[in-house]
Structure formats: C-alpha cells, structure tokens
C-alpha cells in the first residue's frame, strides 16, 4: 500500500469513527438531559464542564498520536 493510500484511509477511519462517537455522545447528552430537565427547559452546560471535556479531548488525541509514533 502506497503513503497517500495509507493516508486517505487513516482519515476516512478517523472522520468515520469521530462522526460515530459523536452520534452516540450527542444521543447520550441528549437522553440524559431529557431525563434530568423539566419539558422546555433546556439545562445549562457549566464553563468548568466544558473545560473538563476538553481537557480529556486534548488527552485522547495525545494518546492516540502516541500509539501512532511507537516504532
């Protein structure tokens, strides 16, 4: 397999796995908020939860670089 086709499919891989985790997160949040929120209230994301999640965002994609330099 050539670099370009390697490539291409490491990021069809990722977009199609990110899009996938995604769904699921957003219709997770979703059930969740609707569980735990009165009918036309929508509930307020904190800036502090916001910051925690991309905290642990930055540290998955640190980790998956790693896996990606080993030799």
């Known amino acids: 397999m050539n ?3 390697r490539k291409t499919l490491t990021y069809l891989l990722g977009a199609a796995l990110g899009l ?3 769904l699921v997160t957003a219709h997770l949040y979703s059930r969740a908020e609707e569980e735990n929120h009165p009918v036309g209230e929508p509930g307020r994301v904190k800036t502090m939860d916001i910051f925690r ?3 642990t965002a930055i540290g998955l ?4 670089t790693e896996v990606g330099a080993r030799k």
């Open 3 to 5: 670099e370009n086709n």
């Open 20 to 22: 996938g985790a995604g």
């Open 53 to 55: 999640v991309a905290l």
């Open 61 to 64: 994609m640190r980790q998956i």
